[in-house]
């Protein structure tokens, strides 16, 4: 079983720049470049768990039972591996060397498998293993880029809190963040 991610290295560059949200505002003053940087950063954390996706890179540390969770990682695209530590049988921590494993990135579809002639290790029975990773675009898709310059462009139209049809953009942007609902 995957426990929640954390990210341990925040996204450096966000997949819709500044000027590319100002261009599609119509915008070209700089009165409201706080507010818009706010928007691509609240609109790429809303469609990141929207989509269970990182669009844009970072590095997070996932946790899990076994390695047999290793066949489909939660988090997508992993584009390199940092590290795998676990615990073994005796209790200390140990580094995966990486000649064991390999990444298998099939698109949105990523495992970690042994290599040939390798196999997993004994862990510590009620242990975790934690893998470091970077994960998401480094240039996210048009379709993703476009979805969230719409969503930007409906909030920054409609600064207040609208409802539609008893949706608001207060719900929509929490909604990824509900627990038991």
Known sequence: MWYPAKVTTQPTAE???????????????????????????????????????????????????????????????????????????????QTLADTVYELRNDELEVAIVTKYGQQWPAIQPGSRITVTAVVGYADAPAAVKQAMLLFIGDAYENRENAELDDWTAFDALLCNYRRGA
């Open 15 to 93: 997949p819709i720049s500044e000027a590319e949200a100002k261009r599609r505002l119509h915008i070209t003053f700089e009165d409201d470049d706080d507010d818009i940087t706010l928007m691509i950063a609240s609109v790429r954390d809303h469609a990141e768990k929207y989509c269970n996706v990182r669009f844009a890179n970072q590095t997070v540390e996932m946790k899990c039972d076994g390695f047999c969770d290793f066949a489909r990682l939660p988090e997508a695209p992993v584009s390199t591996v940092s590290s795998i530590k676990y615990m073994d049988t005796a209790g200390a921590e």
